[in-house]
């Protein structure tokens, strides 16, 4: 089937940043050509005159399924907040775990995010709901020592059963994760390092988040997190690691080392008040490549990549006193093309070049925050004056999941009325 979105500003986040306007066409899942009057038929066509066309926005961390928490973990100390939401994990049931999930998905796609990476347990549950959302999930089984845990039986081995049964499964890449390094001994770590090489998955883990967690590592072993993993063999290329504000310059020499990625979460970090800013400028020189997450529900309250990009620039700026640094073409960059790279996936997704997957979103350029609109200034305007409000259509591996702002996999009258009860039954104990 031949798409073709007409007339458009294409934003194409190429080598060349090339930003062209005229069409984009679709063959099934794939880009078929960018740029130009695509001339030949076309099962379907979307008028675009006027609108912005961007590569879809990947989320490199969040917890999607606890978009059912909302507002009860909020305003505590963050050992507070750990314990209040291992109690609520531990009750959760398949049920209103996807429920959680497309809840979460609802609200990713409507801030233009059509990839995310996420870490929790039940990730065979999340897998099932993100297929019927039609968004791509990159998901990460939670692994911690065995008795640390809530999951019934070994953690390592249930990752490598979920693995098993959802390597291949369309938009879905199963992947293995680690809660951190608080409840993860040398064991578990390298258990789970050594079958994400066996297996070639995706390893995400939580790092250097707070500067207890560091001390007390550091008291432990006598070193530092970062320096300890690297010492046991777990850095690599295909690690994302959380967070990531509490590191020394030697730490991030050893993260560029390994060619491994991080995910800024600043949203989350500054309403925890954990303190410490992730140096980004310090990871991007030194070859670390930096990504973006929102975190779970819990602690931002939101999955919104429009706003945490935004929020990651001006952190960075203010807390620098420097107006130069994570520029807006930096940060078009750490939501696509980095995103892309941090999930093993810059060959198919984070541009919109032909051959790539066809993950589009359609932004409005009709709307009065991101006018004026000239060549000149769309990146600047994605950058720093973009809603989610624009947002008015979303593809995902050439699948339409919102059109015209309105959802086409999922229906909202149905699930959203769950969402308070789902609530009340875990968080009201």
Not at 52 to 72: D, E
Not at 74 to 89: Q, W
Request: contains cysteine.
């Amino acid at each position: 089937m031949i798409t073709v979105f007409r007339d458009a500003w294409i934003v194409t986040q190429n080598d060349r940043r090339e930003i062209l306007r005229g069409d984009l066409a679709i063959d099934g899942e794939r880009i078929l050509s960018v740029g130009g009057r695509y001339g030949d038929a076309a099962d379907e066509e979307i008028d675009c005159s006027g609108d912005i066309l961007i590569p879809g926005l990947i989320n490199t961390h969040t917890h999607v399924a606890m978009s059912v928490m909302k507002g009860v973990v909020d305003d505590l100390e963050f050992p507070d907040f750990l314990d209040k939401v291992f109690r609520i994990d531990a009750d959760r049931t398949d049920a209103d775990l996807a429920l959680g999930t497309k809840i979460g998905c609802m609200e990713m796609m409507r801030s233009a995010t059509t990839t995310f990476v996420d870490l929790y347990y039940s990730e065979d549950v999340i897998a099932r709901a993100a297929q019927e959302a039609g968004l791509r999930g990159i998901c990460c089984w939670c692994c911690l020592d065995e008795d640390k845990t809530t999951q019934k039986g070994n953690p390592v081995r249930n990752c490598k059963e979920f693995h098993r049964r959802f390597k291949g499964e369309r938009k879905v890449v199963p992947g293995v994760g680690l809660q951190g390094v608080y409840v993860c001994n040398e064991e578990t770590c390298v258990q789970a390092k050594e079958f994400s090489d066996e297996a070639g998955a995706p390893l995400t883990f939580h790092l250097s988040e707070t500067v207890g967690e560091v001390n007390a590592h550091k008291k432990r072993y006598g070193l530092r997190p970062a320096e300890w993993l690297s010492h046991i063999g777990v850095l690599g290329p295909r690690d994302i690691a959380a967070h990531s504000s509490w590191v020394t310059m030697n730490e991030v020499r050893l993260m560029a080392e390994a060619g491994m990625s991080v995910s800024s979460c600043p949203v989350s970090n500054m309403k925890l008040a954990t303190g410490g800013v992730c140096p980004v400028p310090e990871y991007e020189k030194a070859g670390v490549n930096v990504s973006l997450g929102t975190d779970g529900n819990t602690t931002n309250n939101t999955l919104d990549m429009i706003a945490e990009m935004k929020v990651l620039g001006l952190l960075q700026k203010h807390s620098r006193w420097d107006p130069t640094v994570a520029l807006a073409q930096d940060l078009l960059d750490i939501v696509t093309r980095n995103g892309a790279k941090a999930v093993g996936m810059e060959g198919l997704l984070g541009s919109l070049e032909p051959g790539k997957y066809a993950d589009v979103v359609v932004i409005d350029g009709g709307m009065p925050n991101v006018r004026p609109l000239v060549r000149e200034n769309i990146v600047a305007n994605l950058a720093y004056s973009l809603s989610q409000a624009d947002v008015k259509t979303v593809m995902c591996q050439g699948d339409v999941v919102l059109r015209d702002r309105e959802h086409t996999t999922l229906d909202p009258e149905e699930i959203l009325p769950q969402a308070e009860d789902a609530w009340r039954s875990l968080c009201l104990r």
